[in-house]
């Protein structure tokens, strides 16, 4: 096994947040000690951070011999930022801004994150940084078309898609007998597309038809969070857009919390397994997490309908199924309407309950036999999950540069 050595501070003490958990799937890190580098042992100062912000704590435990070392090109500083995504530069805010003013580019994550090293002279070229999404690619040529200068290495990694690989290789996919139609988890995080995902269940009594969960009902204030940008998006201003929802609100309000269960995502536990959620329902609706960019997310929700074997409709980000494709998968165009990955929400909302209420119309054997129908695709998924190279890809990578 090829190893890449690494030095990792000791962050056992940093606020948990901070420390981003996917120290585990990299076993050919090789730590070795700090008086066992030189020009001719060259390593890397691995970082596992989950979040670009409040970092400080963390950057105090770097010993500052390193800092010299990276100075010097000799240690190379490994941003794995891997479990969550973070709009790290914020391009929107010179997109969509009506002050008609140029943000400050000093004043975004990404700028404030690095300037920890390159205060202390790190090279900026020398930074490596793994990220979930690829937003990135899009982001840094839209900057550097405007003159900015970034000099990071980014490479993309998708850590829920290197996790749910396990749960993929151990699924067969057999004849199952569904009593529900979908399932719809929405417990955890809070946000307006949750909500109006499923209020369009309930108020299409469809509720009965599925497994649904859902957080008890309270107002939000949804953001990209830009000084730049007045774009604050309250739930009621949101939830206007559904049918009936003024004189429907506070029965919806009272019928929540919705649980299934009583159980909560813990995708992060190793032997966590879903799959009798999956063979006891068809469809599977992943209300993805809240971005708060433009760009697409796929974190565990979809990736697990992968694994275990199930067709999907995404209530995300536009394009998310677009994105999916381009990495080798297939969906269900040829058994409903997928338009609705060119919608934004809440049309993308009424387009994935149009496709529930079909489904719903259908007897239960129909939808069993739909399922017969689908096996290909479904495997096809799974084969292409399971021999995704990223992995190897990215030691390969890594090692290139240390070499260099």
């Avoid at 006891?280 to 960019?293: A, K, Q, R």
């Avoid at 997928?338 to 939808?367: A, F, G, M, Q």
Wanted: proline share 3%.
């Amino acid at each position: 096994m090829e190893t890449i050595k690494v030095i990792e501070p000791d962050l056992s003490t940093v606020d948990f947040e901070i420390v981003d958990q996917s120290r585990h799937l990299f076993n050919e890190f090789e730590n070795i000690k700090l008086k066992d580098v030189s020009s001719q042992n060259k390593a890397y100062l691995a970082l596992f951070f989950r979040q670009p912000f409040d970092v400080e704590e963390a950057i105090d435990k770097i010993d500052n011999q390193l800092f010299l070392l990276m100075q010097q090109g000799i240690v190379k500083p490994l941003i794995i930022m891997i479990t969550e995504a973070w709009d790290l530069f914020n391009t929107y805010a010179w997109d969509e801004n009506k002050l008609n003013l140029t943000p400050d580019f000093g004043d975004v994550p990404y700028s404030k994150f690095i300037a920890h090293f390159t205060s202390r002279a790190v090279p900026e070229e020398n930074i490596t940084w793994l990220v979930m999404n690829n937003i990135h690619k899009k982001q840094i040529k839209n900057l550097r078309d405007r003159g900015y200068k970034i000099k990071t290495r980014f490479i993309q990694y998708c850590y829920y898609l290197q996790r749910m690989k396990a749960v993929a290789s151990r699924t067969e996919l057999d004849k199952r007998s569904f009593t529900k139609y979908y399932s719809c988890l929405c417990r955890g995080s809070v946000y307006n597309h949750r909500y109006g995902m499923v209020y369009n269940l309930w108020a299409n009594n469809l509720l009965q038809k599925g497994n649904v969960s859902c957080e008890p009902y309270r107002e939000l204030e949804e953001s990209k969070g830009s000084n730049w940008v007045n774009d604050n998006e309250t739930t009621e201003n949101f939830m206007t857009n559904f049918t009936d929802w003024k004189t429907r609100k506070y029965d919806f309000a009272s019928a929540l919390p919705l649980t299934y269960d009583n159980k909560v995502n813990q995708h992060w536990l190793f032997d966590y397994d879903e799959k009798y959620i999956f063979d006891n329902s068809f469809l599977w609706i992943p209300t993805e997490s809240h971005l708060g960019h433009d760009g697409v997310i796929i974190s565990e929700k979809t990736w697990k309908a992968i694994a275990y074997g199930s067709p999907f409709c995404i209530n995300g980000e536009k394009n998310s199924l677009k994105y999916l494709k381009e990495m080798g998968f297939k969906t269900f165009e040829d058994f409903w309407d997928e338009s609705y990955d060119n919608d934004t929400k809440p049309d993308r909302i009424k387009k994935i309950t149009n496709i529930v209420k079909n489904l719903c119309d259908k007897d239960i054997s129909e939808i069993n036999s739909m399922y017969q129908d689908m096996l290909p695709i479904l495997r096809h998924n799974q084969k292409t999950m399971i021999e995704n190279t990223q992995h190897t890809d990215l030691i390969k990578t890594l090692k290139e540069i240390n070499d260099n």
